[in-house]
Nanobody, 125 residues
Framework: QLQLVESGGGLVQAGGSLRLSCAAS????????MGWFRQAPGKEREFVGT????????RYVESVKGRFTISRDNVKNMVYLQMNSLKPEDTAVYYC??????????????????WGKGTPVTVSS
């Protein structure tokens, strides 16, 4: 059973940076994509970005393009979300998720069968 554990969240001032990590274990050989999602208080879960496990192709939501970068380490089974120029509206619980099968870069949550428990990020103004 694939398990995902996020870390690296915390409190940061606007304009600052954080790097989130997601450790995958148990059946990682069949991962096709690793995605990051976030959910702010009172809002629905939102797609942030995703990375294809094989070739590192990425896709981001428009609001984070140029500020956030997803990378992966296939050997360590780790995925990272580097977040720069953070804004108060980036405040949310951030989740990593894994999908199996498919060749695309899905943004819909239903494509991801495995989820971590999330790590909170708070950006103060």
């Amino acid at each position: 059973q694939l398990q995902l554990v996020e870390s690296g969240g915390g409190l940061v001032q606007a304009g600052g940076s954080l790097r989130l990590s997601c450790a995958a274990s148990g059946g990682t050989s069949t991962i096709s994509n690793m995605g990051w999602f976030r959910q702010a208080p009172g809002k629905e879960r939102e797609f942030v970005g995703t990375i294809r496990w094989t070739d590192g192709g990425t896709r981001y939501v428009e609001s984070v393009k140029g500020r956030f970068t997803i990378s992966r380490d296939n050997v360590k089974n780790m995925v990272y979300l580097q977040m720069n120029s953070l804004k108060p509206e980036d405040t949310a619980v951030y989740y990593c998720a894994a999908s199996r099968g498919g060749l695309g870069l899905p943004r819909e949550a239903y494509n991801y069968a495995y989820w971590g428990k999330g790590t909170p990020v708070t950006v103060s103004s």
